[in-house]
């Protein structure tokens, strides 16, 4: 999706285009074009439902609706995000979306600097133990958890999504922060020691400005991970109005309202939006990210 | 209102500072004692906020989840043995168990199946930047939002009335005299129905990552194959696939991960009705529904026991830095 990559592409297709070869690439082209529509189309009917009257919804296929006379309408975003609470669901995956991407990444950070560029004696076991734990399943933590957070009587607030995302995004956080901190030439790191920058000093003006391409993916991945959460927060958060986000919400209205689809599917859009606005600008950081090794699911 | 403006205050603001505080209080501190200490100190005072949260947060919660699975309900009185035997013979869990294996198999296979196939087909096509952006679209997603998607697809009418689920629709107009199938509710079809919604999901991630590792396959490698003569399709089974194999390896790991803690696309989309039930919604089901922690407890003990052949082969194959990031 690079553009060197794309050019490597153009020069690896050159090779096999001969005349009788546009013939016999047309089964190719059908499975691509075909494949690619059975991945766009569900969510195209997603969009085009959420824009038409309750009594359409329910009598037609969505399909109908792009023959004349068209009949679109707002009112079902309008329903969604006042009277349903969406609007407010919006804000309040806003409000636990950036802390709980910011703590992360900034404590991880902190941690991957002296994994990197520290050398002491624990290392090896630190690293051990966040590696193990990439890939432990959040629901072999789930009960303590909660019970901790209902001790602190922190429970269905957003303090609640805040800590338990820190602690569940850090070990990814440290480990793609190590790997670019670990590529940093060690005399750069050396050269700023002998000059007298402190740790701190070297971390700010030297570490942090090279791990930028690094620290912009995973932010986009802790911010998509919490947005698109679930699990944390139906447990930590619940479905309280004022506290609970978006696909909470989302989730709720499905359960509830099974054939309500002109409601469910404008509310499944507003659940997209934002994962939809990072994806179109950010799509380069976001493949990047994964390149470097998501494995978080 | 005002309570989500004080969080946002509290989040957005007193988190940063907090930390700052912290940085500059351990420079400080770090300036008074002798350079030996400082030496040794030092990780440990950047590594103590991460350790904290990973300990209070992962570490101690897996291990209070073993001690909590041989306690009874309320997280009191030792029970030995019964929360993990209700576990394994319970009808239900059962069927939660075989729905997980068909996740774990059908899940996995299909998305790598799809995963290489569409990165082998774009990078053949003039267009498959853009069908690839088409293809990892619904990554990006959240599952609620997949699943709402797709439970519009399955949306079943009785036969007669009109379909306003596509995949309904075609079946009643393409074939005049089939009827229309209830895909979320028929028992074995709904599961696949619901794994269909997985692939949807995750082939985007397979594309992706395999085809950054059939680009890193050297050029000349493949030249020298088409130079000996040999057709696209030996060339796909003795060079290309081989070689792809790391790749394709991690990958499936990946996705048995995900597989295992499976939950969203359940819960959204039949709430673990109609025989569905997989063993991460049935957690669920135990310790929400049921209030059990417990039986819970059990439950997500198997799941980790299951997960951790990929722990301990993350361990193996992480103890250096990852690449490609710099």
Redesign the interface.
């Known amino acids: ?1 690079t553009e060197q ?2 050019a ?2 153009a ?3 050159a ?2 285009s001969a005349p009788v070869g546009a013939v016999r ?1 047309v089964p ?2 059908a ?3 075909g ?2 529509l ?6 195209a ?2 969009f085009v ?1 959420s824009l038409r009257p309750a009594s359409a ?7 109908t609706a792009l023959r004349p006379p068209l009949r679109f309408t707002l009112e079902n975003y309008a329903a969604v995000l006042g009277a349903y609470g969406l609007g407010r669901g919006f ?2 995956s806003l ?1 636990i979306c ?2 709980a991407t ?3 990444i ?3 950070a ?2 991957a ?4 560029c ?1 050398p ?1 004696a ?3 076991l ?23 957070l209902a001790g602190w009587g922190l429970v269905g ?3 609640a999504a ?3 995302h ?3 995004g ?2 990814f956080a ?3 922060l ?3 901190m ?3 030439p060690r005399e750069l790191l050396e050269a700023a020691s002998i000059d007298g920058a ?3 000093g070297t971390f700010l003006r030297l570490v942090i400005p090279l791990s930028v ?2 620290l912009a ?1 995973l932010a986009i991945f802790q911010f ?1 991970w919490v ?5 944390v927060a ?2 930590y958060v619940g479905g309280q109005p ?1 506290v609970a986000p978006v ?1 909470v919400m ?2 709720n209205l ?2 509830s309202l099974g054939r309500d ?1 002109q409601l ?2 404008a ?3 507003v ?2 939006a934002v ?2 606005a ?2 179109f600008t950010l ?1 380069t950081y ?3 990210g ?6 978080k ?1 | 209102m005002s309570r989500a403006v004080v969080s946002a205050l509290a989040g957005f603001v007193g988190v940063p500072a907090l930390l700052a505080i912290y940085l500059v209080g351990i420079e400080r501190l770090l300036r008074q004692v002798s350079i030996r200490r400082r030496r040794a100190l030092q990780p440990w005072l950047w590594l103590a906020p991460a350790l904290l949260f990973v300990a209070v947060f992962l570490i101690y919660p897996v291990g209070y989840t073993l001690v909590l699975s041989c306690l009874g309900p309320a997280s009191r009185g030792f029970v030995g043995l019964a929360n993990y035997r209700f576990a394994l013979t319970n009808p239900g869990m059962i069927l939660a168990f075989q729905n997980t294996l068909l996740w774990l198999v059908g899940f996995s296979a299909l998305t790598v199946l799809c995963g290489l196939i569409l990165a082998l087909l774009t990078d053949r096509v003039a267009y498959g930047a853009a069908a690839r952006t088409v293809l990892f679209l619904p990554q990006t997603i959240s599952f609620v939002a997949a699943g709402v998607t797709w439970k519009f697809v399955y949306a079943f009418r009785p036969a007669g009335d009109p379909q306003i689920g596509l995949l309904n629709a075609l079946l009643v107009g393409v074939g005049r005299t089939l009827n229309p199938v209830a895909w979320l509710v028929v028992p074995w079809v709904n599961t696949l129905a619901l794994i269909l919604v997985a692939v949807w999901v995750w082939t985007g991630f397979c594309v992706v990552v395999l085809l950054a590792a059939l680009r890193a396959i050297p050029p000349d490698v493949i030249e020298a194959a088409r130079v000996d003569g040999t057709s696209e399709w030996q060339l796909l089974r003795a060079v290309t696939l081989p070689l792809l194999g790391p790749t394709i390896g991690v990958v499936t790991t990946t996705l048995v991960i995900f597989a295992l803690r499976a939950f969203d696309i359940i819960y959204v989309m039949t709430s673990g009705n109609f025989g569905t039930e997989v063993i991460a919604s049935r957690m669920y089901k135990e310790m929400f529904t049921f209030q059990n922690f417990g039986r819970a407890s059990a439950i997500a003990t198997l799941l980790l026991a299951a997960t951790s052949p990929a722990i301990a082969a993350n361990v193996r194959r992480f103890r250096r830095p990852p690449e490609g990031e710099s």
């Open positions: 999706m990559s794309a490597m592409s020069q690896r297709r090779t096999p690439r190719l082209h499975v691509v074009v494949l690619s059975f991945w766009l189309v569900p969510t009917g997603l439902s919804v329910a009598s037609t296929g969505w399909w804000l309040n409000v950036v802390p910011v703590m992360p900034a404590i991880g902190l941690a600097y002296a994994l990197a520290m002491f624990g290392r090896p630190v690293l051990l133990m966040l590696v193990g734990s990439l890939v432990v399943p959040l629901q072999a933590t789930l009960v303590p958890v909660f019970q901790l607030s957003f303090a805040w800590l338990a820190t602690g569940y850090l070990p440290i480990y793609l190590w790997g670019s670990a590529a940093i402190t740790a701190l391409p690094a993916a998509l947005w698109n959460d679930l699990l139906l447990i004022d696909t989302v989730s499905a359960n689809w469910l599917t509310g499944a859009f659940s997209m994962p939809l990072i994806f799509q976001l493949v990047r994964i390149l470097a090794g998501a494995l699911g």
